[in-house]
């Protein structure tokens, strides 16, 4: 990345916030203040910068209890320990919104510099700290008057900040002077400035719990800065890899824990020791790594370009194989007891299986046309695979590795999901509306039921009761009573519902509406949405808290 000037990174990193990003805090409100039974519950409290309001949603409920006007385009927002007061910062107005929990109102509105994006507060909650990214300083409000009590010149363009747990030092990202700054609380000045690396922007800033690390985000260099706390040094410089397809998953070996790292634009995978925070190993594996699926001691690397599934031994971080499977592996299952791997491979029509304790592929079993998805059964016994363009699904037995059935269902089979007990497997079939209902004993489709145009994605509840199908073409969810087999109700949802998932309670279902920018909430007691969060926004970040 070259070199910004100040107004090109603002308006690229935050000038489209308002249709870009959402903000979420929760906060906890059993509190001795809070005596309502809608205060007993945790609050979440969104920054809408097209509306310029904040909206407050009871996650008891599920409903929003409060639009609260606050500035011009809020961003940042952080709720004190207590959870008596929200602050927001509001970009376009050049002020701190001091937000009453009890009463969901502003109480205050405390100017501070110009173009206020991080806020933190600390420990004890008697200070907050609010980055101005204009005018390259730190605002420190007093919490008890609601007053700025110091402004603390820093880098240039402050963006995160982040207090650590003592709250004897905040920690401040400089995007455009490449530099944190670190302030002493007790005198409010900046008694170390890290550089992090020329070109590296920082954004993201987060201490460890036990405050002797920091951790910065640097959005030009894709790396993660580690800051020891006691030298106000670099001591470590994480790449995390620059390709557009990067992910990553965790694992834990013995009392370590790594962070596994696909990196689809440079073919590798990056191995950090998150008790070191350095990188122990960068792997190089095969062409455009989509998928991974790691088992307690080796990690399985689909690669897409490749034709390949690479094994990572994850205790000598090696590559200690590299195996063929079929053309553009896509999708990749481990069953429960770690002992195969299932490899779905979209252009040959095949699915690799892997025998994880020698490496090799000790079957490949023809299934149909583009295969694009596979679910196992939760005994192991038994594969799913959706295969798209031949309108079936194939059915692996795991014990012998050959297709026992092929059970012909709807126009383009796109998800699979099956039931906790493992009696039925629902099928999306999106280009005939419809769900295909498969018994897993006889592997046959025992009802085919119509839902709503072009079902895109199944979740069944934890209890296995009902199955939500979301419509993404009639901005509908059609709920089937798994017993019945028959859509019981269908719930109207905002634009192009593309995913769903319900909570482990199995109390509600959360659908993501693609076109509306919102969130539909679906009480699975009556089928009714209970909530629909407009934030005028597409959410790209959610904290959750108990």
């Known amino acids: 990345m070259s070199t910004m000037t100040e107004g090109t990174a603002l308006n690229k990193y935050f000038g489209g916030i308002g249709r870009l990003s959402i903000v979420l805090s929760l906060m906890l409100g059993v509190l001795a203040a809070f005596t309502s039974p809608a205060q007993a519950a945790p609050f979440a409290y969104i920054t809408d910068s097209d509306s310029n309001a904040v909206s407050v949603i009871d996650t008891a409920t599920n409903t929003v209890v409060a639009t609260i006007p606050v500035g011009a385009l809020p961003y940042g927002v952080a709720a004190n320990p207590a959870g008596t007061r929200v602050y927001v910062a509001n970009r376009g107005s050049n002020n701190v919104s001091v937000i009453d929990t009890a009463t969901n109102t502003v109480v205050a509105t405390v100017p501070v510099g110009a173009f206020p994006i991080g806020v933190a507060v600390n420990p004890a909650g008697t200070r907050v700290y609010v980055a101005n990214g204009r005018s390259h300083t730190v605002s420190v409000i007093d919490t008890a008057t609601n007053a700025v009590v110091a402004t603390i010149p820093v880098g240039f363009t402050p963006v995160g900040v982040a207090a650590n747990p003592a709250g004897t030092r905040v920690y401040v990202g400089n995007f455009n002077?490449?530099?944190?700054?670190?302030?002493?609380?007790?005198?409010?000045?900046v008694v170390a400035t890290v550089p992090v690396g020329a070109g590296a922007f920082p954004v993201g800033v987060a201490v460890n719990p036990a405050g002797t690390r920091v951790y910065v985000t640097n959005a030009g260099s894709n790396a993660?800065?580690?800051?020891?706390?006691?030298?106000?040094?670099?001591?470590?410089?994480?790449?995390?890899?620059?390709?557009?397809?990067?992910?990553?998953?965790f694992i834990s070996i013995g009392a370590v824990t790594h962070a596994y790292v696909a990196d689809a634009?440079?073919?590798?995978?990056?191995?950090?020791?998150?008790?070191?925070?350095?990188?122990?190993?960068?792997?190089?594996?095969?062409?455009?790594?989509l998928a991974m699926a790691?088992?307690?001691?080796?990690?399985?690397?689909?690669?897409?370009?490749?034709?390949?599934?690479?094994?990572?031994?994850?205790a000598t971080r090696a590559v200690v194989n590299t195996i063929p499977v079929g053309a553009n592996p896509v999708s990749v299952a481990i069953t429960p007891n770690g002992a195969s791997a299932y490899v779905a491979n979209a252009g040959s029509a095949t699915v690799s299986v892997i025998d994880t304790a020698t490496n090799t592929v000790v079957a490949t079993v023809r299934v149909g046309f583009i295969p694009v998805n596979v679910a196992i059964t939760p005994d192991?016994?038994?594969?799913?695979?959706?295969?798209?363009?031949?309108?079936?699904?194939?059915?692996?037995?795991?014990?012998?590795?050959?297709?026992?059935?092929?059970?012909?269902?709807g126009r383009t089979p796109v998800a699979v999901a099956i039931t906790p007990n493992g009696a039925d497997a629902y099928v999306a079939n999106q280009g005939a509306n419809s769900v295909s209902v498969i018994n897993t004993a006889s592997n046959t489709v025992m009802k085919t039921v119509p839902v709503g145009r072009t079902p895109v994605a199944i979740a069944i509840t934890p209890n296995g009761a009902d199955a939500y199908v979301a419509n993404q073409g009639a901005n509908t969810v059609s709920v089937i009573n798994t017993a019945s087999n028959t859509v019981t109700a269908t719930v109207p949802v905002g634009s192009s519902p593309s995913s769903l998932a319900t909570t482990p309670s199995g109390t509600s279902v959360y659908v993501t509406d693609a076109s509306a920018n919102s969130v539909s909430v679906i009480d699975t007691a009556n089928n009714l949405v209970i909530a629909t969060v407009h934030d005028g926004t597409t959410p790209v970040r959610v904290v959750t808290g108990p």
């Open 177 to 189: 002077s490449n530099t944190v700054s670190v302030i002493d609380t007790a005198t409010n000045t």
């Open 224 to 249: 993660v800065s580690v800051i020891d706390t006691a030298t106000n040094t670099v001591v470590a410089t994480v790449p995390v890899g620059g390709g557009a397809s990067a992910f990553g998953e």
């Open 265 to 289: 634009g440079s073919s590798s995978v990056s191995v950090i020791d998150t008790s070191k925070n350095t990188v122990v190993a960068t792997i190089p594996v095969g062409a455009q790594p």
């Open 294 to 314: 790691i088992t307690h001691n080796q990690a399985y690397v689909a690669n897409a370009g490749s034709n390949a599934v690479s094994v990572i031994d994850t």
């Open 380 to 409: 192991g016994s038994t594969a799913y695979v959706a295969n798209a363009f031949s309108n079936s699904v194939s059915v692996i037995n795991t014990a012998t590795n050959a297709v026992v059935k092929t059970v012909p269902v």
